[in-house]
């Protein structure tokens, strides 16, 4: 199992759009084959944190070849205050409830 770790701070007149723009996401997400968790957080009004876990992967790099999740991306320019923060890595024990 693999995991994305994402710390995003938006511009402040643009935190709303970038909030509905990872609850899109999050949708679309929930359907890819691979994808068996996908959650944001926001802090402070303006800066998020999104934790995905996919089965191994292949199916991370799907979800970040889709349609929605490269659209989202290019409009990062536009919506964030500073280069997002991405991590990858693999999952060495994990628990859901």
């Known amino acids: 199992m693999t995991m994305v770790l994402a710390m995003l701070r938006a511009e402040p007149e643009h935190a709303d ?8 996401v999050a949708g679309h997400t929930r359907g890819e084959p691979g994808a068996l968790a996908y959650s944001v957080a926001r802090q402070d009004g303006d800066r998020f944190l999104v934790v995905e ?3 191994d992967g292949a199916a991370r790099d799907a979800h970040f070849a889709a349609p929605y999740v490269a659209a989202l991306l290019g409009r990062f320019p536009l919506l964030l205050a500073e280069e997002p923060v991405v991590e990858f890595a693999e999952v060495v024990t994990a628990f859901a409830r």
């Open 17 to 24: 759009e970038l909030d509905a723009a990872l609850r899109e």
């Open 53 to 55: 876990r996919y089965a």
